[in-house]
């Protein structure tokens, strides 16, 4: 699909107007105990998206003056709850006037990021506080506040900035595009386009949030096993067992990853042959080339890896069916709920295993 061209700066302008009222008015609908509520961006709860909402039209105005830009610096804080949506509105203002000036939509302006036309930069403002109207509108309950016709109008300016090199994990500044039906709702198509899930609720997002957490913390117990090693000690079988710290983190890199191909592709990761045993074996086996550090870091990886995968899944509630195994109840499903909660208990039972090996390496514990 060819994206549409941005529309004019005039256009562009009113388009600008809009989204700050917009933004005003759903901040105006915060509840007073919503403040600190999760939101479709995982870093921002309500308070600071709409302190970053904030920054942003400060540096709109500030670009507009062609004066140079921070970086995507810190939300602004320390307003109470009933000043917001007032300082949303002053400092709109102050950036429309700007942008309203003699040729402050001619020729190029330098951001942090790189040199765009005046044009597209206004475009991104347009985009950023539209899109982020949604994320707090979801957040509070208050998507009644959206403006459909705001959202129709500014998917083709989506479209137009949002080019596919921009995407992926972070540090990249937008995630991949979320599937969403061409009939669906203006700001659902909005919203999938940005790379947010359209389904999004607070009790979803909570319960990602929990069992993200709960995982972390046990591959930070496991991680704790291997601090202060040396490879050779990584690699010492210092019990009755053929285990060692090595392997274990190796071994439990391997699972993570396997489970998390499982709730991308279904059962086929998980397909049994006669190869399974061996490869199975191999994921406790520490080669030559491989070092404590490298397999820490591939760990690392591994849990940015699942990370990304559980923030794009459409629901928790989906699921696939197991593969066949001696091990599994035949015709059973497992929800991604449910899987996670598997990596879990698989995760801290490792995490003990090695505490365990630790302890008779130098009588060091993760706990106690």
């Not at 309950?141 to 959206?146: E, I, K, Q, R, S």
């Not at 919203?191 to 947010?196: E, I, L, Q, Y």
């Not at 490298?294 to 928790?316: H, K, N, P």
Request: hydrophobic content about 45%.
């Amino acid at each position: 699909m060819t994206p549409a061209p941005l529309p004019d700066p005039a256009t562009e302008l009113e388009l600008l107007r809009r989204s700050f009222d917009q933004s005003t008015d759903v901040i105006g609908a915060v509840g007073p105990d919503q403040w600190h509520c999760p939101t479709p961006c995982p870093a921002f709860d309500v308070e600071t998206l709409v302190g970053h909402m904030l920054f942003a039209a400060k540096r709109l105005a500030t670009v507009g003056r062609r004066e140079a830009a921070a970086e995507d610096g810190p939300a602004v804080v320390g307003l109470a709850a009933g000043e917001w949506a007032s300082a949303l509105t002053k400092t709109a203002d102050e950036a429309i006037d700007v942008w309203r000036s003699p040729g402050a939509t001619a020729g190029d302006i330098v951001l942090p990021f790189g040199t765009f036309a005046a044009p597209v930069v206004l475009g991104m403002y347009v985009l950023e506080q539209t899109t982020h109207a949604w994320d707090l509108a979801v957040a509070v309950g208050a998507t009644d506040h959206l403006d459909s016709e705001l959202a129709a109008a500014v998917v083709p300016i989506a479209q137009a900035i949002v080019v596919p090199e921009y995407r992926g994990p972070e540090p990249m500044p937008f995630a991949a595009e979320v599937a969403a039906a061409d009939d669906a709702p203006a700001y659902d198509r909005l919203a999938a386009f940005m790379g947010r899930r359209p389904s999004w609720t607070t009790t979803d997002a909570a319960q990602r949030a929990d069992l993200l957490s709960a995982l972390a913390k046990q591959r930070t117990f496991l991680r704790h096993t291997a601090s202060g090693l040396g490879d050779a000690e990584a690699r010492r079988r210092s019990t009755v067992s053929a285990l060692c710290i090595a392997g274990i983190v190796k071994h439990v890199t391997a699972v993570e990853r396997r489970w998390a191909r499982f709730i991308a592709e279904a059962a086929p990761a998980m397909a049994m042959n006669k190869g399974s045993a061996a490869a199975h074996t191999a994921t406790f086996e520490i080669t030559e080339a491989e070092t404590l550090k490298s397999l820490l870091s591939d760990y690392e990886a591994a849990a940015r890896e699942t990370e990304t995968l559980v923030g794009s899944l459409e629901s928790l509630d989906d699921g696939h069916p197991l593969p066949r195994a001696p091990w599994f109840d035949p015709g059973s499903s497992w929800s991604h709920r449910r899987v996670l909660l598997h990596l879990l208990m698989e995760t801290a039972q490792h995490a003990g295993h090695a505490d365990i090996v630790r302890e008779a390496i130098d009588g060091s514990r993760t706990m106690g």
